[in-house]
């Protein structure tokens, strides 16, 4: 069974940079598309960004310039460098994979596998 762990939220001032980890676990083969979503307090979940099975990058409108997602083959592990955080990026970051996600990566319902999230809050 695949696990995934977030790791390197915090609290952070607007302007100041963080970088969030997600390590995999339990998978055995195959290729597969990873993802960064968000939930902010009474908000739905949100897509951040993602890297798919060619490991090609997609990111929402919102972070699109500030953040950068990267993926380690061999550690199987993806990270999500974000810069110039402002306080509407604070939430609840969680990691997913799915294999057959839709082309965007942006769909939720698409993804098999979720960690249980990492809290960023950033302050002004």
């Known amino acids: 069974q695949v696990e995934l762990e977030e790791s390197g939220g915090g609290l952070v001032q607007a302007g100041d940079s963080l970088t969030l980890s997600c390590a995999v676990s339990g998978r055995t083969f195959g290729s597969y598309s990873m993802a960064w979503f968000r939930q902010a307090p009474g908000k739905e979940r949100e897509f951040v960004g993602g890297?798919?099975?060619?490991?090609?990058?997609y990111y929402a409108e919102s972070v699109k310039d500030r953040f950068t997602i990267s993926r380690d083959r061999a550690k199987d592990t993806m990270a999500l460098q974000m810069d110039s955080l402002q306080p509407e990026d604070t939430g609840v970051y969680y990691c997913?994979?799915?294999?057959?996600?839709?082309?965007?990566?942006?769909?939720?319902?698409?993804?098999?596998?979720w960690g249980r999230g990492t809290q960023v809050t950033v302050v002004s």
């Open positions: 997913a994979e799915g294999a057959f996600v839709s082309r965007d990566l942006s769909d939720a319902a698409d993804y098999n596998s």
């Open positions: 890297s798919d099975w060619n490991y090609k990058t």
